[in-house]
């Protein structure tokens, strides 16, 4: 049909008057009868836009190019048989766990994501707040940002140093900028310990950046302790390095929201095609883009394995047999991981796009889900730890802290360095103390965790994967992860905005900044921007999103965004939710003051709903026998 369609277009285009009669005054050409019916006019004004993937950059672009239906026919292609990408929710035993499902691949943000929030406000979510903990290490070498352990009280000098670094490398940024954090330790000197220790698992937290940790550079690291908007450590504490407990959001359940923003993006007359998977990028040329696409075989799980079509995994060859099918479009938007991007490509590939998107680097992580505690107390510190607690550090009293961490240290996020390689790291969480749904007390036996096992090509000897209890696994998922290598900020980023916009195409996926749900959301909407869609005015007018969106859209397409609402329109809806230091503290729709806001609502629909049956039963007579 599209193709057909396309035909016919490009019939009429080419029957246009001779050149002599296109030169007429506009006063005399308004007075000729118009070459096509006015509303068949219409239609040709619209870009028919293409976007490959239905994850968050994609559900955000599709969203705002749908704000105007009249320019704009919108189709998302998605190879799995769900929306929301690396976003998704599992069922789990509401019975053993207190709650019946779980987020999966993404589990929480900052309340610096004011786009993330504002997209679950539209679709009537809120995510709720946490003050996160966390626990690195084990034994001798662990420490939390709860209580001040011996691992900090015999490191000292080093936190120290490490405190005074942070200042000078801020006052010297452009010097330090990207040079990698493990040259970084050798050059002040930190013991091996102590790096890999204390300052790596920061930055490992932040990001997952896991085992790439050492080659990310520097400023993310000095930011994180000294950004009063977006440091997670700020400020960093002269005796132990992080005493806040900072905070931050839980995301709402990502099956349903995605869901159901997906029925309301079909409403608004976005065609959402799942199980439908891009093979390849036949043309893109003055005519526009031509792809080939096939209808993959969905799966129970919506969760499609790898096609015989990809090079991705050679193993797998799902939907071999399926037929090809050519695809005409104006204009597409790639919302996919950047080597899977090259791939789709293929030979319409420019030697630019080839040398940005190949130096994306990538590893191979796996994440099991499961409930072995015996696991967990063998490799984390999950309880208060009497035994390395220390109440003072340099002579500075911290009694408080160990006395409010006796009765509630629930750490939600693990990092355990390896003793064979204290250089590689294995990533966990606790999602029953992490997550919202979960009631505040559940046994510790039936918790749901989840482990991170990272870079399976290079580290996969170091992994522990096989002590946890099969019997007690939920779920094992595969990912292909962004290594935020200090190259990425060198080959891929600053070159994003020589790719955007030629050739009718477009990125937009997080690895086009930083591996992080709002940057996911913002370029999809920079996507739309570009493509001639208007930045909402209600986050226009939220000063701190309107900055992001800016220095996003300035540093990944070369370009800085113009304000569109008028001053005297600026006090309207959205100006009130940037608060806090310079506006960073999102206070709009789309997320809750208070922490387990979702397990308290869910207990009320419980209640209300045993309470509707009661009522039904008297009035039907059956409740009084």
């Known amino acids: 049909m599209r193709a057909q369609l396309f035909s016919a277009n490009s019939k009429v285009i080419s029957n246009r008057p001779p050149f002599s009669t296109r030169l007429m005054p506009l006063w005399k050409s308004a007075e000729q009868e118009p070459l096509l019916p006015t509303n068949m006019a219409k239609e040709e004004q619209k870009k028919r836009v293409l976007v490959v993937g239905a994850g968050a950059a994609g559900m955000t672009c599709a969203s705002h190019l749908a704000n105007h239906p009249d320019k704009f026919d919108v189709t998302v292609i998605e190879a799995a048989d769900y929306c929301g990408g690396q976003a998704f929710s599992i069922p789990i035993d509401k019975k053993k766990h207190g709650a019946s499902w779980l987020n999966q691949g993404v589990q929480g943000g900052s309340y610096i994501f004011h786009h993330t929030m504002t997209m679950f406000a539209r679709q009537g979510y809120a995510a709720n707040p946490v003050n996160l903990q966390v626990s690195f290490g084990k034994d001798h070498r662990f ?32 010097i330090f900028a990207l040079l990698p954090i493990k040259y970084l330790m050798k050059l002040f000197w930190f013991s091996y310990e102590f790096a890999n ?93 031509v792809v080939k696409t096939i209808k993959r075989t969905p799966m129970p799980d919506n969760h499609n394995s790898t096609s015989a079509w990809t090079a991705e995994d050679p193993v797998m060859n799902a939907d071999a047999n399926a037929e090809e099918t050519t695809e005409h479009y104006d204009e597409i938007v790639i919302c996919c991981l950047a080597d899977t991007a090259k791939r789709l490509l293929g030979r319409t590939a420019s030697l630019r796009e080839r040398q940005v998107l190949g130096s994306a680097k990538f590893s191979d992580d796996i994440t099991i889900t499961h409930t072995d505690s015996v696991y967990m107390r063998k490799h984390y510190e999950n309880f208060f730890n009497e035994s390395q607690a220390v109440s003072s550090l340099s002579g500075v009293d911290h009694s408080s802290r160990v006395d409010f961490a006796r009765n509630n240290f629930r750490p939600m996020y693990y990092i355990k360095p390896y003793d064979a390689d204290l250089t590689k790291l294995e990533m966990g969480f606790d999602c029953t103390n992490y997550q919202a749904q979960f009631p505040p007390e559940v046994d510790f036996d039936n918790h749901v965790f989840q482990t991170i096992y990272l870079n399976k090509q290079r580290d996969g000897h170091l992994w522990t994967d096989t002590e946890i209890d099969e019997s007690k696994i939920i779920r094992k998922d595969w990912w292909h992860q962004l290594c935020h290598s200090w190259t990425h900020y060198v080959f891929v980023v600053p070159w994003m905005p020589l790719l955007q916009g030629r050739r009718h195409t477009r990125f937009a996926s997080s690895w086009t900044m930083i591996n992080a749900h709002e940057v996911a959301v913002m370029s999809g909407i920079a996507a739309a921007v570009d493509l001639g869609a208007q930045y909402p005015e209600d986050l226009e007018r939220d000063g701190f999103a309107l900055l992001s969106f800016r220095l996003y859209y300035l540093l990944v397409y070369g370009r ?15 100006h009130e939710w940037a608060t806090g230091i310079y506006g960073s503290v999102y206070k709009g729709p789309g997320v809750t003051e208070k922490e387990r806001e979702m397990w308290r609502e869910e207990r009320a629909r419980e209640m209300n709903g045993g309470a509707n049956g009661l009522a039904n039963g008297l009035a039907n007579g059956h409740g009084g026998k």
Request: aromatic share 14%; proline share 6%.
């Open 197 to 289: 220790t204390v300052a790596l698992p920061m930055v490992a937290l932040f990001l997952g950046t896991g085992n790439y940790t050492p080659d990310v550079p520097t400023i993310i690291l000095e930011r994180l302790c000294t950004s009063p908007t977006y440091g997670m450590w700020y400020p960093a504490d002269k005796e132990s390095i992080a005493s806040n407990m900072p905070p931050m959001i839980v995301f709402p359940n990502f099956g349903n929201f995605y869901e159901d923003w997906r029925k309301d993006l079909v409403k608004r007359g976005v065609s959402i095609r799942l199980s439908t998977e891009v093979t390849q990028i036949l043309s893109r040329d003055k005519d526009g883009v």
């Open 560 to 574: 800085w965004y113009r304000r569109r609402v008028k001053k005297e329109d600026r006090m309207g809806e959205g």
């Open 143 to 174: 420490w939390t940002n709860v209580y001040p352990t011996k691992l900090l009280e015999r490191h000292q000098s080093e936190v120290k140093r490490f405190y005074w670094m942070l200042s000078f490398v801020r006052w010297f940024e452009l």
